[in-house]
């Protein structure tokens, strides 16, 4: 499948790239975090566990074992505070 990826913030800083197109074989949110983390370095650093960030699919946040979809959009972005 092909997923439309989106960074914000901090991350998209920290992986010099806002968006991207990514072909991917596994089945959940798990499996594509395990498949960013193993680009090494900064990826791995920033999404490992313990790490605070989210992940939305389609624009609805989802946990780690959501089913992917093939053409969905995909962002990952530091939790936000409100006041």
């Given at each position: 499948m092909t997923l439309h990826m989106l960074y914000f913030a901090r991350l998209r800083e920290r992986f010099g790239v806002g968006e991207e197109s990514l072909l991917f074989?596994?089945?959940t949110v798990a499996?594509?975090?395990g498949v960013l983390r193993a680009r090494g370095g900064t990826?791995?650093?920033e999404l490992?566990?313990?790490r605070s960030?989210?992940?939305a699919m389609n624009q609805d946040l989802v946990t780690l074992d959501t089913p992917l979809a093939d053409?969905?959009?995909v962002?990952?972005?530091p939790p936000?505070?409100?006041g």
């Open positions: 074989d596994g089945a499996d594509l975090l990826w791995a650093d490992a566990p313990g960030f989210r992940v053409a969905a959009e962002a990952i972005f936000v505070t409100g």
